[in-house]
């Protein structure tokens, strides 16, 4: 009876395991916050942040000048409404999804 308790108690710590990076994947934390920079960010913004010429007279994202002077609000904003050259992403991305590149930029 112990032996059959501690054999189900061990499978349910392995799914827990293998099943936590899975979930974590599909809530924008993390890798899924990369994701979405990855995709829709990176091809003018660079994949360190650094800003291409398709991103020119915007910040270099890893400028910790820059960092410091922008909050999420104001970036959540940018994104959303676009700016100058670069176009809102408003019904392109979810809100969900816009909050989550836009921590995802205060990280680099
Ligand atoms: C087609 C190229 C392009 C894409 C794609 C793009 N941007 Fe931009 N982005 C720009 C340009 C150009 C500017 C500079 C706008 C200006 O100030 O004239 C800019 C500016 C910004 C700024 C303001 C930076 C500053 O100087 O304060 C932020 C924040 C930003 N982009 C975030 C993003 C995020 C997040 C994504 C992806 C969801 C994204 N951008 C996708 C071209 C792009």
């Keep these: 009876m112990t032996k059959k308790l501690l054999r189900a108690g061990a499978a349910l710590a392995l799914i827990t395991i293998i099943a936590t990076p899975l979930l974590l994947a599909d809530s924008y934390d993390g890798a899924g916050q990369r994701l979405v920079y990855d995709k ?20 270099s994202f ?8 922008t909050d999420l609000e104001t970036i959540i ?6 700016k100058g050259k670069m176009k809102g992403f408003t ?7 816009i909050v989550a590149v836009a921590k995802y930029l205060k990280t680099m």
């Design 40 to 59: 829709k960010c990176a091809m003018c913004h660079g994949k360190h942040g650094v800003a291409k010429e398709t991103a020119s007279g915007s910040a």
């Design 62 to 69: 890893n400028d910790p000048e820059w960092q410091t002077q």
């Design 77 to 82: 904003e940018v994104v959303k409404k676009g």
């Design 91 to 97: 019904g392109k991305l979810s809100e969900e999804e």
